[in-house]
């Protein structure tokens, strides 16, 4: 009987248990979590925050009985402590009663996620610091809403974005705090960032680039009847901020500290995998927010933590634990963002820098549509290659129902070295209701030779 352990009960640890169930019946599965609860969801947070009233509902999709029917083991609240992979050996020890264990295992598949990144800042701070990641964050900062009225978030990525947008709709004066010249840098091109960051800013949102966070100190201050605890956030260009409370959203690092003296690492201190999901060591592979990702078009294997890439990578891994058999489809880094009921912003695919750092000879191509009977309406930046007019990227924005569809559209062509003539004329649903009834791809398509030609006159 194959012994197969996995630590991490998250996206990737769960999709890998799941298939590997599949795939080898008579193996004897164990998966170990520190949390009491597995499968939560953290991208339902933004939802719970915004009002919605099926968090519970929405925030786990499995739970530890629905696996055991499948006869996989779960210990959750046990913490694995040390990893011998020469002798193939876990020990672990149960967070409830402190009672120590050790098991064997045949293959290793290392699911053991990520943690906040927290800069390191001068300052005592505690109670009034927030990070999104687990269930408990979400209760935390839920609370945190009712009872307060001012916020500095600090990172201006997706979650400090969207965030932000979500307190300052709760009617909480935010400030959002961004080291980098623009907002959402890692995902957009610079003239799209700064119409999403307009767009926040004329709803009240004050927002501070090329700001870096030096210092955070908490102060016990008299409201009349009552002490409460403010936060103050200093800078490096000397300025000040002063609210109820800061919540850190400058991304997340791979959790590998158990491994990192015995496997590869490779970008941010991420385990290294190959094509396989396989690890430096034999038997043992890792997947989700530990591991590397291979980005269609990008030379080097980067760290991108992303919940769609974690269960592929899971399950990827759980075919090839006997033997090689299925690749990993290179990620485009698709993403989705609700600022609110209405506007959506997506991507997938290299910006127009990025892409130019790779060293591709690019450019991007605009277009806009918008509905007949009402407001609605996207716009979309895609990049390509000037040459081939092959796609190697897209962001789009707006409040149109169709947003979310064409990044995922746009995600397969990538994958696929797919030009934008390739897909003109594959056969979409007609867009009822536009003032351009053409496809998205048509439309592409046509901006992009009529550039072309203008710069070759040029």
């Not at 006869?71 to 120590?100: C, G, H, N, P, R």
């Amino acid at each position: 009987m194959m012994e197969i352990r996995i630590i991490g009960g998250s996206h990737a640890g769960i999709a890998c248990a799941i298939r590997a169930r599949e795939e080898y019946p008579d193996s004897h599965i164990i998966v170990y979590d520190k949390q009491k609860n597995i499968g939560f969801i953290a991208q339902s947070i933004p939802l719970y925050l915004s009002g919605d009233t099926n968090f519970l509902k929405m925030s786990s999709y499995v739970t530890t009985s629905d696996l055991e029917k499948l006869d996989i083991l779960v210990k959750t609240q046990t913490s694995v402590t040390e990893i011998d992979m020469e002798k193939k050996t876990i020990e672990y020890t149960d967070l409830v009663d402190q009672a120590e264990g050790k098991d064997s295992y045949d293959k290793l598949i290392l699911a053991t996620g990520s943690y906040p990144s927290l800069p390191l800042v001068q300052g005592e701070f505690q109670d009034k610091l927030y990070v999104i990641k687990k269930f408990e964050d979400a209760v935390k900062l839920k609370k945190f809403m009712r009872e307060s009225r001012s916020v500095v978030v600090i990172g201006g990525g997706a979650i400090g974005a969207e965030i932000s947008k979500i307190m300052n709709n709760a009617h909480i004066q935010t400030t959002l705090i961004h080291s980098s010249p623009f907002i959402l840098n890692r995902y957009l091109d610079k003239d799209v960032a700064e119409d999403v960051q307009q767009s926040l800013e004329s709803d009240g949102i004050e927002i501070c680039i090329n700001s870096l966070v030096t210092g955070i100190q908490e102060e016990l201050i008299d409201t009349g009847n009552v002490r409460k605890k403010v936060s103050h956030v200093f800078t490096r260009d000397g300025r000040e901020f002063i609210a109820d409370g800061v919540i850190y959203s400058t991304g997340f690092r791979p959790n590998s500290f158990l491994v990192a003296d015995q496997v590869e690492l490779g970008d941010k201190g991420a385990i290294a995998v190959d094509e396989y999901m396989q690890t430096s060591v034999p038997d043992v592979f890792a997947v989700g927010d530990c591991a590397t990702t291979t980005l269609t078009n990008v030379k080097v294997p980067t760290y991108v933590p992303h919940a769609s890439d974690a269960i592929r990578q899971g399950e990827v891994a759980a075919v090839n634990l006997m033997q090689p058999k299925v690749k990993l489809n290179k990620s485009q880094g698709t993403y989705k963002l609700n600022f609110d009921s209405e506007n959506t912003l997506c991507m997938t695919g290299l910006s127009l820098s990025k892409a130019q750092q790779e060293g591709f000879n690019c450019d991007v191509a605009f277009v806009r549509d918008d509905y007949v009977n009402s407001d609605a309406y996207y716009e979309m930046w895609m990049v390509y290659e000037k040459e081939t007019h092959k796609i190697l990227g897209m962001q789009s924005k707006g409040t149109a129902k169709e947003i979310a569809a064409q990044a995922d559209i746009i995600s397969l062509a990538i994958q696929n070295d797919m030009t934008v003539e390739e897909i003109e004329y594959t056969d979409f649903y007609f867009k009822h209701g536009f003032k351009n009834p053409r496809s998205f791809t048509k439309m592409v398509a046509d901006k992009i030779r009529q550039q072309e030609r203008i710069a070759k006159i040029y």
